[in-house]
C-alpha cells in the first residue's frame, strides 16, 4: 500500500500569480483535506473533500479551491498569491475510521 | 469555537527519560484525537489516533490516554531516544474538520 504523495516538493512563485499542488491519496481513502502550515505554526484546516465534493471549508478566502477526482488524486489551486500564502501546504487521507495520513507537504514560497 | 493548546512548547531531556506531552482542547464535542510527530520541514506522522469513546492508546513506547469531559490528552513517551527529537502535534477531529495545537518542540540529548 503506498502513502500519501505530493508534488511538487518546492515551489517558488512572484505575487500575484496562480499556483496548482498535487496530492495522491492512499487506495480507498474517499476523504482528502488540505492544510496550510505557517512556519512555527500547527497546521490549519483549508478545507476537505469527499468522493469528490467538498464538504468542509475552514477560514480561508475563495480564491483557494479544490478539486478531487475518482483515482484519488486531487489539487489546491490558490490564485493571486500573497505574500502571506508562504508556507508548507499538506493534504492528508482518511480512512473509514478517521485516521488521517499526511503526504510530504510542499514549500511554497511568494515572493 | 475549539481551540487547540499544547504545553510544554519546548523541552530538553537526557537520553533515557520518561516524559509526558499535554495538549487540552476547549469543546469536549469531538470525534476522535490524534497524535502526530513532524520532523523539520517534513509531513506528519501519525502516531496514535484516540476515539471519542475510547480512554487510551498505545503502540511501543508511546502511551496516549483521552479525558473527553476535562477536555485533556496526554501523550507519554518512555525511554526517550534521540531518535524522538521532533515536534510533536496533537489534532481534534470536530464533523469535517480538525484542529490542531501549535505542537511541543522535544529534543532528547545523547
Known amino acids: 500500500e503506498t502513502g500519501v504523495t505530493q508534488s511538487p516538493t518546492h515551489l517558488i512563485k512572484t505575487r500575484g500569480q496562480q499556483v496548482t499542488l498535487r496530492c495522491s491519496s492512499q487506495s480507498g481513502h474517499n476523504t482528502v483535506s488540505w492544510y496550510q502550515q505557517a512556519l512555527g505554526q500547527g497546521p490549519q484546516f483549508i478545507f476537505q473533500y469527499y468522493r469528490e465534493e467538498e464538504n468542509g471549508r475552514g477560514n480561508f478566502p475563495p480564491r483557494f479551491s479544490g478539486l478531487q477526482f475518482p483515482n484519488y488524486s486531487s489539487e489546491l489551486n490558490v490564485n493571486a498569491l500573497e505574500l502571506d500564502d508562504s508556507a508548507l501546504y499538506l493534504c492528508?487521507?482518511?480512512?473509514?475510521?478517521?485516521?488521517?495520513?499526511f503526504g510530504p507537504g510542499t514549500r511554497l514560497t511568494v515572493l | 469555537k475549539q481551540e487547540v493548546t499544547q504545553i510544554p512548547a519546548a523541552l530538553s531531556v537526557p537520553e533515557g527519560e520518561n516524559l509526558v506531552l499535554n495538549c487540552s482542547f476547549t469543546?469536549?464535542?469531538?470525534?476522535?484525537l490524534q497524535w502526530f510527530r513532524q520532523d523539520p520541514g517534513k509531513g506528519l506522522t501519525s502516531l496514535l489516533l484516540?476515539?471519542?469513546?475510547?480512554r487510551e492508546q498505545t503502540s511501543g513506547r508511546l502511551n496516549a490516554s483521552l479525558d473527553k469531559s476535562s477536555g485533556r490528552s496526554t501523550l507519554y513517551i518512555a525511554a526517550s531516544q534521540p531518535g524522538d527529537s521532533a515536534t510533536y502535534l496533537c489534532a481534534v477531529r470536530q464533523t469535517y474538520k480538525y484542529i490542531f495545537g501549535t505542537g511541543t518542540r522535544l529534543k532528547v540529548l545523547a
Open positions: 469543546d469536549s464535542a469531538i470525534y476522535n
Open positions: 492528508a487521507s482518511a480512512d473509514e475510521g478517521g485516521e488521517q495520513f
Open positions: 484516540i476515539q471519542s469513546s475510547q
